[in-house]
């Protein structure tokens, strides 16, 4: 089927190790709304948009209606799943995500009928959920805004695939119900020339579990925020993140986990790879540890692999703490070549130096990929990365 922050110009800040702009007001009080007006068009140099090649991206700034036909949605499995629309308002929908920057508040503004996914309380769901949204042409302008609903006690995987090309701005809105175990899985397997922003956020229930799982392969520019906040004690929330650049290509991935609960946990882990000259990665993680969030864990983790000559990775870790009253907290960030032991290791095991690079890459990733617990999914990913690997060596 087919569906179809002010500038803070005089804000203050410093610079860390990386010579990543750090604003020093805290990440709660960045401006959230459904008006486009309150969003100007991003010029490059706010701290929200300063690592993204925004000349690029016009189009999808555009408060403007999507192409029709830009882009075809195809919803399967899991035949229970009620799947409807909802209108602007119209509740659930904007009720856990208010678009944070320009590319979110239009494709919010701009898709009259969002796709709601509803899954029943006290439900397991043995199939996969698959959202699958293909692009039908390069700079073809799509808006999308996805609402899935998880009852309480429900337990369920959904997948959104985006393939194809197109300029697209999409939005996805999560609901997890008390005691639910829910699993959301987003791929990114684009055509060379496509170009994606998107704000994914999800409201974890009393007791709750919730997966969020990032991989993006492909496109020309991707950046996805995803944010998490909680609606009572005792919810777990882990965001995991995958990504390979090419020549060219820039992926960039932001996070938020809004601990505003007590005895909640978070998780943030994303590894990525680049190679060929100008290949860019950005990863931004944010934590913020509310005062009333007492007895909370959070950790996150942000780990690159260059490959060639020419790449550039950036990694910004954010911890804010409000409270003394936590289990414990921490980031780490890494980049680096490949570890000479271990390719060392491998050659000496009579392993040529190609196959050792495949298998260190491989291992890589693999403990990631393998979460999403879906072979076909894991084995395809698996597949395209080694592909991506065999790019290098021509």
């Not at 302008?141 to 701005?169: C, F, M, P, Q």
């Not at 020309?220 to 290509?249: C, E, H, I, M, W």
Request: charged residues 25%; aromatic residues 6%.
């Amino acid at each position: 089927m087919t569906l179809i922050t002010p500038e803070r110009n005089q804000a203050q800040g410093h610079t860390d190790s990386s010579a990543a702009f750090v604003p020093d007001q805290s990440r709660a009080e960045r401006k959230t709304s459904f008006e486009p007006a309150d969003f100007p068009v991003p010029h490059g140099r706010e701290e929200e948009w300063c690592f993204t090649p925004i000349d690029t991206l016009t189009n999808l700034f555009s408060d403007a209606a999507g192409d029709d036909g830009a882009v075809t949605v195809d919803v399967s499995g899991a035949q229970a799943v009620v799947a409807d629309t909802l209108d602007i308002g119209e509740a659930p929908r904007g009720t856990v995500l208010t678009p944070a920057d320009r590319a979110a508040v239009v494709a919010s503004a701009n898709t009259e009928q969002a796709l709601h996914l509803k899954l029943d309380n006290d439900t397991e769901y043995a199939e996969p959920l698959r959202v699958r949204v293909h692009g039908e042409g390069a700079g073809r302008r799509s808006n999308a805004h996805y609402v899935i609903e998880a009852g309480r006690h429900s337990k369920a995987l959904v997948i959104l695939e985006h393939t194809g090309s197109a300029d697209h701005t999409g939005n996805l809105e999560v609901v997890v119900g008390d005691g639910a175990n829910l699993t959301v899985v987003s791929l990114q397997q684009w055509d060379d020339d496509a170009n994606h922003l998107g704000q994914h956020d999800a409201m974890v229930g009393r007791d709750a579990t919730y997966r969020h799982i990032v991989v993006t392969l492909g496109g020309n520019v991707v950046r996805l925020n995803s944010n998490v906040k909680y609606a009572g004690p005792g919810g777990d929330a882990t965001l995991l993140g995958v990504y390979f650049a090419d020549a060219g290509q820039h992926l960039e991935h932001r996070s938020f986990v809004d601990h505003n609960a007590p005895r909640c946990r978070s998780l943030v882990t994303y590894k990525g790879a680049l190679q060929g000259d100008t290949a860019r990665t950005v990863w931004v993680g944010d934590v913020l540890i509310r005062a009333e969030a007492e007895g909370i864990e959070t950790y996150e983790l942000n780990r690159n692999l260059v490959l060639t000559d020419g790449a550039r990775a950036d990694s910004v870790p954010n911890l804010e703490i409000e409270t003394g009253d936590i289990e414990g907290a921490g980031h780490a960030s890494s980049t680096g070549r490949f570890d000479d032991e271990q390719l060392f290791y491998l050659q000496a095991r009579g392993i040529p130096e190609a196959e050792a690079r495949r298998l260190v890459v491989r291992g890589f990733f693999a403990d990631i990929i393998a979460k999403i617990g879906v072979p076909e999914v894991v084995d395809g990913l698996m597949e395209a990365i080694e592909d991506e690997l065999a790019a290098t060596e021509q």
